[in-house]
Protein backbone atom coordinates (compact mmCIF):
# COMPACT_ATOMS: atom_id res chain seq x y z
CA UNK A 1 0.00 0.00 0.00
CA UNK A 2 1.18 3.26 -1.18
CA UNK A 3 1.61 6.17 1.96
CA UNK A 4 -0.18 8.62 -0.17
CA UNK A 5 -2.81 7.78 -2.62
CA UNK A 6 -4.74 9.97 -5.12
CA UNK A 7 -6.74 8.82 -8.01
CA UNK A 8 -5.17 9.63 -11.23
CA UNK A 9 -7.73 10.97 -13.15
CA UNK A 10 -7.87 12.63 -15.36
CA UNK A 11 -11.20 14.12 -13.59
CA UNK A 12 -13.13 16.64 -16.24
CA UNK A 13 -15.35 19.55 -14.33
CA UNK A 14 -17.37 22.25 -16.73
CA UNK A 15 -16.49 25.42 -15.69
CA UNK A 16 -18.02 27.41 -12.96
CA UNK A 17 -18.63 23.75 -11.10
CA UNK A 18 -16.95 22.45 -7.98
CA UNK A 19 -13.71 20.48 -9.05
CA UNK A 20 -13.48 17.89 -5.56
CA UNK A 21 -9.74 16.11 -5.31
CA UNK A 22 -9.28 12.89 -2.87
CA UNK A 23 -6.56 11.64 -1.03
CA UNK A 24 -5.77 9.08 2.06
CA UNK A 25 -2.95 8.17 3.69
CA UNK A 26 -1.80 5.30 5.56
CA UNK A 27 0.17 6.56 8.42
CA UNK A 28 -2.02 7.53 11.33
CA UNK A 29 0.35 9.60 13.06
CA UNK A 30 0.59 12.01 10.11
CA UNK A 31 0.44 16.09 11.16
CA UNK A 32 1.00 18.04 7.91
CA UNK A 33 -1.09 17.88 5.04
CA UNK A 34 -0.69 19.93 1.89
CA UNK A 35 -1.61 20.41 -1.70
CA UNK A 36 0.23 21.39 -4.51
CA UNK A 37 -0.52 22.63 -8.03
CA UNK A 38 1.76 21.69 -11.25
CA UNK A 39 0.78 22.85 -14.03
CA UNK A 40 2.15 20.57 -17.94
CA UNK A 41 6.06 20.94 -17.62
CA UNK A 42 6.15 23.28 -14.23
CA UNK A 43 7.14 22.64 -10.96
CA UNK A 44 4.58 22.02 -8.24
CA UNK A 45 3.28 25.04 -6.44
CA UNK A 46 2.46 25.18 -2.76
CA UNK A 47 -1.85 26.25 -2.75
CA UNK A 48 -2.96 25.11 1.03
CA UNK A 49 -1.72 23.39 3.55
CA UNK A 50 -3.62 22.17 6.72
CA UNK A 51 -3.06 20.37 10.41
CA UNK A 52 -6.16 20.18 12.00
CA UNK A 53 -9.62 17.93 11.39
CA UNK A 54 -12.29 20.01 9.48
CA UNK A 55 -12.12 22.79 6.80
CA UNK A 56 -9.28 25.83 5.80
CA UNK A 57 -10.78 28.25 3.57
CA UNK A 58 -8.47 30.66 1.05
CA UNK A 59 -10.42 32.12 -1.43
CA UNK A 60 -11.74 29.21 -4.40
CA UNK A 61 -9.66 26.63 -1.93
CA UNK A 62 -11.46 24.88 0.63
CA UNK A 63 -9.22 21.90 2.37
CA UNK A 64 -10.85 19.31 4.47
CA UNK A 65 -8.88 17.35 7.43
CA UNK A 66 -10.80 13.61 8.31
CA UNK A 67 -7.83 12.16 10.67
CA UNK A 68 -9.87 9.17 12.02
CA UNK A 69 -10.93 8.30 8.36
CA UNK A 70 -7.32 9.38 6.91
CA UNK A 71 -7.99 11.41 3.95
CA UNK A 72 -7.87 15.16 3.02
CA UNK A 73 -9.63 16.82 0.02
CA UNK A 74 -9.48 19.65 -1.89
CA UNK A 75 -12.24 21.57 -3.20
CA UNK A 76 -12.40 24.19 -6.07
CA UNK A 77 -15.14 26.33 -6.27
CA UNK A 78 -16.04 28.04 -9.30
CA UNK A 79 -13.86 26.08 -11.34
CA UNK A 80 -11.88 28.15 -14.23
CA UNK A 81 -10.14 26.40 -17.35
CA UNK A 82 -7.16 27.91 -15.50
CA UNK A 83 -7.21 25.55 -12.56
CA UNK A 84 -6.97 22.61 -15.35
CA UNK A 85 -3.56 21.21 -13.87
CA UNK A 86 -2.13 18.12 -12.03
CA UNK A 87 -3.00 18.60 -7.80
CA UNK A 88 -0.40 16.77 -5.72
CA UNK A 89 -1.29 15.56 -1.98
CA UNK A 90 1.77 15.17 -0.02
CA UNK A 91 1.60 14.50 3.43
CA UNK A 92 4.29 14.63 6.13
CA UNK A 93 4.41 12.50 9.32
CA UNK A 94 4.19 12.73 13.33
CA UNK A 95 7.49 15.77 13.73
CA UNK A 96 9.20 18.40 11.72
CA UNK A 97 12.14 16.00 11.52
CA UNK A 98 9.42 14.09 8.97
CA UNK A 99 10.08 13.35 5.56
CA UNK A 100 7.35 14.68 3.19
CA UNK A 101 5.89 12.31 0.70
CA UNK A 102 3.64 12.62 -2.20
CA UNK A 103 0.82 11.11 -3.74
CA UNK A 104 0.63 10.46 -7.24
CA UNK A 105 -1.47 12.86 -8.48
CA UNK A 106 -4.96 14.07 -10.25
CA UNK A 107 -4.68 15.39 -13.51
CA UNK A 108 -7.72 18.14 -13.33
CA UNK A 109 -9.49 19.24 -16.76
CA UNK A 110 -11.94 22.07 -16.58
CA UNK A 111 -14.13 22.04 -19.86
CA UNK A 112 -15.15 25.43 -20.94
CA UNK B 1 17.37 34.79 -10.48
CA UNK B 2 15.72 31.86 -9.42
CA UNK B 3 15.63 30.69 -5.77
CA UNK B 4 16.38 26.80 -6.23
CA UNK B 5 18.61 26.31 -9.30
CA UNK B 6 19.20 23.02 -11.11
CA UNK B 7 21.75 22.34 -13.22
CA UNK B 8 21.32 20.46 -16.19
CA UNK B 9 18.10 21.39 -17.52
CA UNK B 10 18.08 18.44 -20.02
CA UNK B 11 20.91 15.29 -19.82
CA UNK B 12 21.03 12.84 -22.37
CA UNK B 13 23.52 9.92 -20.92
CA UNK B 14 23.89 5.76 -21.80
CA UNK B 15 23.39 3.16 -19.17
CA UNK B 16 26.34 2.82 -17.08
CA UNK B 17 27.58 6.44 -16.99
CA UNK B 18 27.92 8.06 -14.01
CA UNK B 19 25.81 11.29 -13.90
CA UNK B 20 25.76 13.67 -11.26
CA UNK B 21 22.83 16.45 -11.04
CA UNK B 22 23.50 19.43 -9.39
CA UNK B 23 21.09 22.00 -6.75
CA UNK B 24 22.19 25.29 -5.38
CA UNK B 25 19.88 27.69 -3.56
CA UNK B 26 19.99 31.35 -2.71
CA UNK B 27 16.93 30.88 0.04
CA UNK B 28 19.28 30.29 3.36
CA UNK B 29 17.17 26.85 3.70
CA UNK B 30 18.93 24.40 5.91
CA UNK B 31 16.17 21.84 4.28
CA UNK B 32 16.72 20.25 1.02
CA UNK B 33 15.32 17.28 -1.18
CA UNK B 34 15.64 14.92 -4.11
CA UNK B 35 12.26 13.64 -6.14
CA UNK B 36 12.20 12.19 -9.36
CA UNK B 37 8.82 12.74 -11.12
CA UNK B 38 7.43 9.81 -13.28
CA UNK B 39 4.33 10.14 -15.20
CA UNK B 40 1.16 8.27 -13.39
CA UNK B 41 3.69 8.36 -10.04
CA UNK B 42 3.72 11.40 -8.30
CA UNK B 43 6.73 12.93 -7.33
CA UNK B 44 9.09 9.80 -5.34
CA UNK B 45 11.41 10.97 -2.87
CA UNK B 46 14.84 9.97 -3.49
CA UNK B 47 17.16 11.66 -0.42
CA UNK B 48 16.95 14.21 1.78
CA UNK B 49 18.83 16.51 4.02
CA UNK B 50 18.20 18.47 6.57
CA UNK B 51 21.72 20.42 7.28
CA UNK B 52 25.21 19.54 5.93
CA UNK B 53 25.77 16.88 7.84
CA UNK B 54 22.30 15.32 8.08
CA UNK B 55 21.34 12.95 5.32
CA UNK B 56 18.52 10.20 4.69
CA UNK B 57 17.45 7.92 2.77
CA UNK B 58 13.89 8.66 1.37
CA UNK B 59 11.24 6.05 -0.82
CA UNK B 60 13.28 4.98 -3.89
CA UNK B 61 17.34 5.65 -3.00
CA UNK B 62 18.80 2.39 -4.31
CA UNK B 63 20.76 3.13 -7.38
CA UNK B 64 21.22 7.13 -6.12
CA UNK B 65 23.89 8.86 -3.77
CA UNK B 66 24.07 12.70 -2.28
CA UNK B 67 26.40 15.04 -1.56
CA UNK B 68 25.81 18.02 1.03
CA UNK B 69 29.08 20.26 0.17
CA UNK B 70 27.38 23.10 1.87
CA UNK B 71 24.22 24.20 2.87
CA UNK B 72 23.71 25.78 -0.40
CA UNK B 73 24.56 23.06 -2.67
CA UNK B 74 22.99 19.41 -2.82
CA UNK B 75 24.44 16.86 -5.77
CA UNK B 76 22.90 13.66 -6.89
CA UNK B 77 24.66 11.24 -8.46
CA UNK B 78 24.01 7.83 -10.48
CA UNK B 79 26.96 5.57 -10.12
CA UNK B 80 26.24 3.81 -13.07
CA UNK B 81 23.12 4.98 -14.93
CA UNK B 82 20.18 2.77 -16.48
CA UNK B 83 17.51 3.52 -18.53
CA UNK B 84 14.43 3.06 -15.74
CA UNK B 85 16.39 6.31 -14.51
CA UNK B 86 15.30 8.20 -17.04
CA UNK B 87 12.53 10.55 -15.14
CA UNK B 88 12.05 14.60 -14.07
CA UNK B 89 14.16 15.56 -11.20
CA UNK B 90 13.16 17.76 -8.82
CA UNK B 91 15.16 19.91 -6.01
CA UNK B 92 13.43 21.43 -3.43
CA UNK B 93 14.40 23.36 -0.12
CA UNK B 94 12.12 24.11 2.71
CA UNK B 95 12.68 26.13 5.95
CA UNK B 96 9.47 25.11 8.56
CA UNK B 97 8.54 28.30 9.88
CA UNK B 98 6.52 26.25 12.54
CA UNK B 99 6.51 22.83 13.90
CA UNK B 100 3.74 22.07 11.03
CA UNK B 101 3.56 23.86 8.01
CA UNK B 102 6.76 23.15 5.47
CA UNK B 103 6.63 24.49 2.21
CA UNK B 104 8.39 22.96 -0.17
CA UNK B 105 10.46 25.15 -2.82
CA UNK B 106 10.77 23.13 -6.44
CA UNK B 107 13.80 24.36 -8.78
CA UNK B 108 12.88 23.77 -12.30
CA UNK B 109 13.38 20.48 -12.70
CA UNK B 110 16.43 18.47 -14.80
CA UNK B 111 14.66 15.63 -17.33
CA UNK B 112 17.29 12.85 -17.67
CA UNK B 113 17.16 10.41 -20.50
CA UNK B 114 19.52 7.26 -20.48
CA UNK B 115 19.35 5.17 -23.43
Known amino acids: QKEVEQNSGPLSVPEGAIASLNCTYS??????FFWYRQYSGKSPELIMF????GDKEDGRFTAQLNKASQYVSLLIRDSQPSDSATYLC????????????FGSGTRLSIRP | DADVTQTPRNRITKTGKRIMLECSQT?????MYWYRQDPGLGLRLIYY???????NKGEISDGYSVSRQAQAKFSLSLESAIPNQTALYFC??????????????FGSGTQLSVL
Open chain 2, 49 to 55: SFDVKDI
Open chain 2, 27 to 31: KGHDR
Open chain 1, 50 to 53: IYSN
Open chain 1, 90 to 101: AVRGYSSASKII
Open chain 1, 27 to 32: DRGSQS
Open chain 2, 92 to 105: ATSDPTTDRNEKLF
